[in-house]
């Protein structure tokens, strides 16, 4: 069972994680600021739910997000 780690505060909310999710997990948390005044992204997925193919780590300009399985 994979699962993401999102590193808040390095997010500068770009959203590239979230047009590459192939399972539409990730989303921009529109009630949240992070320490650098930017809407981070948070999973939204159910747990579980994540599949590991870790694309978006890889697109994640500013290397804010692991994948783990």
Known sequence: MAYIK?????????GVCVDVCPQNLIAVMEDELNVLGYRPVGFVGEDGSCKGCKLCAEMCPDICIEVYK
């Open 6 to 14: 999102i590193n808040k505060d390095k997010c500068k909310s770009c």
